[in-house]
């Protein structure tokens, strides 16, 4: 298996080449011209019958060179001028026939493109078949990149067409293949590519079709519309976070998937009317179940980044066990990681995948005979009430369970006044960004006391697994112990930013001027 980082400048022919022009060109630029080679290989694009790789910027192809196939999935990536840079996973491929779904590649190829076709059947939507004349390049005795000249014949839905390009594909030093792919844009018939080999053989073929506009969002705007409109971004990063995910690249990407889908869980909850019951109820409950999974692996990172620097302010005799114990979480993190990479992968959970897709794409095709300001305003004015009600029954020692409440509550009105903060009409910057603070302030005080009971509870399965019950026992005390103290200190900023945040002008500029007779009194 092959993972890369590729960096090539594509240069596309405005007329014919010959490679003993390129050739030459290429000497007077100051290159040695080595190894030459004439080689054809056959490509055959693959997508699911919705484009969806297409939309996403994605291509998987499968290359037959004399009978040799091998499969490779490239990444929209950079583009800047000629230059292209993207990710490109590639592995060989032991069959003739091409994989039939996602789940039939290899593991890093199916990652790639398992988030964006879900279950959906592959099938060929386009071939390659191309005359490639390649030589490797060198410059002061250094290999520094492979130049190909590429004469392309494209196939699809009966049609043909055909195109020729160069390409530079970088070895080293990049400045110097640059000032190369200058010198050729300049010498020779060439034009900077503004896109790959099978975009461009799809605009030639008359396949690629211009991707929808997306309609700004008005007061006069159906609802349904609006909200498939504001769940679009949301559903997009989660395909694109779900890759590095599944590739277990780092905590943020988990954390941007995670957020996607709370968003998209409180558009079903504060829009709930769009779908018929048994919908709204089977929407939440698989958001809420995809969070869950997310969230039990991003808990184990954000453990394992907050105990070392916790660690080191303790004292020494309490610090003993800590490396088993860092190891002990470390193992728990990695079996939390593989749970979720099995049910992320699962049949079931891709089927779930293509529901929830179509369940608010269908919003776009079906309105709802109601427009934004029809709806917005009492959906904003209900979730101001719910704010309001909950800290004004807040106890004064701000106890765990109703405190979570009201910053739930907080995050559900601030995520449902994000949505629409750029309304005409609208003008509620500086309380959002209150509740905001507030909501920030109250998941201080959350984060701590969700550290405390965890370090608790873990006492005796990790001194069981560990063996050495007492300096597992007193460093996990130590930490809860801190953990305690930061929480009552997080409580105490918690009850000043509640007490700035809980008055009545905070609160009327969430009035909408979409509709004024709605009050947002509580």
């Known amino acids: 298996m092959h993972r890369d ?23 007077e630029a100051g290159f040695r011209v080595h190894d030459p ?28 060179t004399d009978g040799a196939l091998r499969m490779t999935c490239k990444t929209r990536g950079q583009r800047n001028g000629s230059l292209f840079v993207r990710h490109e996973w590639e592995s060989t491929w032991p069959q003739a026939e091409p994989p039939r779904r996602a789940a039939d590649l290899p593991a890093p190829l199916r990652d790639a493109v398992e988030p964006f076709v879900l279950d ?52 080293d030093d990049l400045p110097t293949c640059e000032r190369l792919a200058d010198r050729l844009l300049q010498g020779l018939p060439l034009q900077a590519a503004d896109d790959d080999k099978p975009g461009h053989a799809s605009a030639l073929l008359g396949l690629q079709q211009a991707p929808p506009r997306a309609t700004p969002v008005t007061a006069a705007t159906d609802i349904g519309v609006a909200v498939a409109t504001i769940a679009a971004p949301h559903l997009v990063t989660m395909q694109q976070a779900e890759v590095s995910v599944r590739r277990d690249d780092g905590p943020d990407h988990l954390h941007a998937m995670r957020v996607a889908v709370r968003r998209l869980r409180e558009i079903v909850r504060g829009f ?18 995809t969070g869950r999974r997310l969230g039990a692996l991003r808990d184990l990172d954000v453990v394992l980044a907050d105990l070392p620097p916790a660690i080191e302010h303790l004292p020494a005799a309490l610090r003993r066990a800590s490396p088993a114990v860092l190891d002990w979480v470390g193992q728990r993190r990695r079996h939390t990681c593989e749970q979720l990479l099995a049910w992320l992968r699962s049949d079931a959970r891709l089927a779930d995948q293509r529901r929830l897709f179509e369940a608010f794409a269908s919003h776009e095709a079906r309105p709802a005979a109601a427009t934004v300001a029809e709806v917005l305003p009492r959906r904003l004015a209900k979730a101001v009430r719910k704010v309001r009600k909950l800290a004004a029954a807040l106890p004064a020692e701000l106890p765990l369970e109703p405190l979570h409440r009201l910053r739930i509550a907080c995050k559900r009105l601030r995520y449902l006044a994000e949505e629409f903060a750029a309304l005409p009409g609208l003008d509620y910057e500086k309380s959002l960004a209150e509740v905001v603070r507030l909501q920030q302030a109250l998941g201080a005080v959350c984060d701590h006391e969700v550290a405390t009971r965890r370090l608790l509870e873990w006492i005796h399965p990790a001194a069981a697994a560990i063996g050495d019950n007492l300096n597992v026992a007193a460093l996990l005390g130590g930490l809860a112990s801190r953990a305690a103290l930061a929480a009552d200190a997080a409580r105490m900023r918690a009850a000043r930013r509640l007490a700035r945040t809980h008055r009545k002008k905070v609160y009327r500029r969430f009035r909408s001027s979409l509709d004024t007779d709605v009050t947002l009194a509580s």
Do not use: M
Not at 10 to 27: I, Y
Not at 135 to 159: F, H, K, M, P
């Open 120 to 171: 959906h059947p592959l099938q060929a939507v386009l071939q390659l078949a191309t005359r490639r004349d390649h030589r490797a390049l060198q410059c002061d005795r250094r290999d520094l990149c492979e130049l190909a000249i590429d004469r392309v014949e494209a196939t699809a839905a009966g049609r043909s067409a055909a195109f020729c390009e160069v390409e530079i594909e970088v070895l």
């Open 272 to 289: 709930g009317s769009l779908w018929d019951k048994a919908e709204r109820t089977w929407l939440v409950a698989h958001l809420a179940e």
């Open 37 to 64: 080679k004439a080689t054809r290989h056959v490509d055959v694009y693959l997508d699911s019958a919705e484009g969806s790789l297409r939309r996403a910027g994605i291509g998987l192809r499968l290359r037959n």
């Open 5 to 27: 980082v590729e960096a090539e400048f594509k240069l596309r022919a405005t007329r014919d080449l010959e490679v003993a022009v390129v050739d030459a060109a290429v000497r």
